[in-house]
């Protein structure tokens, strides 16, 4: 009796050999790479410290279920300050709140959805009254409040907001 090759033969035959291909050299090239070999941007000034927000927790959690803040000493003694961030601005949708509310991340937005660079590399910006149209990277000052009740929400957030 001859044998028909299907779709279904040519799907089992790949999944069989995966656990063989998984033993090889070739697996190297499925494992996670480093932040340094895939040169990612290093965060500088203030953000290596924001950063730090979830040291030690899984990143894999961050979008689908976001661990609680951890904020270490460091960022604690921060609250309440003024501080300065440099980074990129982007508007929240309307609706969000009264105020004009801006998302300030470490790093160019490609996509407004994604986290690139970790929840740690983002702040909320709340800005009293108008905010000046700003290309590329900017400076904020503000006061830095941390957010601890809703995970889900933006660890930091820069109260009285204002370009600098």
């Not at 040169?39 to 609680?68: C, R, Y």
């Not at 003024?82 to 509310?101: D, N, S």
């Not at 910006?125 to 995970?151: E, M, N, R, W």
């Amino acid at each position: 009796m001859e044998k028909t090759i299907t779709r279904r033969n040519i799907l089992a035959a790949i999944a069989t050999s995966v656990p063989a291909i998984a033993m090889t050299k070739a697996a190297k090239a499925w494992t996670q790479v480093s932040t340094a070999d895939a040169k990612f941007p290093i965060p500088t000034g203030l953000w290596q410290t924001l950063e730090q927000v979830t040291a030690g927790t899984d990143p894999s959690t961050a979008l689908g279920n976001p661990p609680p803040a951890k904020f270490g000493p460091e960022i604690t003694a921060l609250a309440g300050k003024e501080i300065e961030l440099a980074g990129f601005l982007t508007p929240l949708p309307a609706g969000f709140g009264k105020k004009p509310e801006y998302i300030l991340s470490r790093e160019p937005f490609h996509c407004p959805y994604c986290y690139t660079f970790g929840r740690g590399s983002l702040a909320l910006a709340l800005f009293d009254g108008h905010v000046p149209a700003a290309g590329g990277k900017v400076k904020i000052k503000g006061t830095l409040a941390l957010q601890t009740s809703d995970p889900s929400d933006f660890y930091f957030q820069l109260k009285n907001a204002r370009i600098t």
